[in-house]
């Protein structure tokens, strides 16, 4: 039996991030609504281009067909568009053969404040107003950085990576840094690294992916040829000694990473060019960087790293 939405891990996206609507945007900014919607009525069986977050969510919805019974995953539309001009991103779904059936048309508004009627453990959208205004709200959001839709062929496995501080943990850390540098932060650390962190705005998203791999490990009991499609990283610039709280708070929520990397200030991108996510979230924009450019990536603007921006 399918598991009823508020127990299953959903995924919030809007249009903007799910398809390539930058041609559609041009002709609304240079031309108007009327065009616009007169723009996606001429073009309708004409599928829209695939957006930076499209083999994510592609690969995120194929957790279904693995848990046919419970269908544990979820992805809704969260959009701008009104229902009229949004059915050109239904025809596109459709098209691409996208299992998303659930949406919320909003005709030209922030959509955010849907984000917890429908259970969203994340928002991902390229409108940076709609994630600082969810964020805002306390709800889980993150701007997806430009960047191009890298290729979605071959294994269905996803691999998502995670900093941590200010992002499955809070900021709390973060603060101690920025007040009093990275020896006081290390000592802090240290000295409460039987602490647990309070969860950040992707905890619950973590903690869900976690719990799905739980269930995979319930199949490999079953069959040992089965082969694990839930892949997860933590990427941090933390090193030891302040390593061991990562994994006190972790170990008090029972959950844990594939793969941890605690890099000590190392560029993060030598770390994901090897892992290669389908998405990378960090609450710092100075780490949203990739030299090849092909790996997605979400902004989480959120805490003390992202005072000054918000201000």
Partial sequence: MSYPIDK????????????????????FEEYGPKSYKQFQEDNLDKPLGKGVVFPFIKRFLNINSRFSEQK?????????????????????????????????FVEGKSPFEYVPAFNASLFLSANENDVHNAIGAGFPAGVVMPGKSVNDEGSEELRIAFDFDGVIADDEAEAIFKEGGLSVFQAYEVMNSHIPHNPGLLADLFKKLSFLQQLEDEEIEKNRHYKRVIRTAIVTARNAPSHERVITTLE????????????????????????????????????LDSSAGNIPMVHIPFGVANTQALE
């Fill in 252 to 287: 008090s929520w029972g959950v844990s990473a594939n793969e941890t990397f605690f890099l000590g200030g190392m560029s993060k991108d030598r770390i994901l060019s090897c892992f290669k996510p389908h998405m990378f979230f960090d609450d710092q924009r100075t780490h």
């Fill in 8 to 27: 299953k891990l959903v995924i919030a996206v809007s249009s903007s991030a799910l398809f390539d609507l930058r041609e559609s945007n041009s002709i």
């Fill in 72 to 104: 544990p995953v979820e992805v809704i539309l969260l959009s701008r568009n009104s229902a009229a001009t949004g059915k050109r991103v239904f025809r596109s779904i459709q098209a691409y053969g996208l299992d998303i059936t659930r949406a919320a």
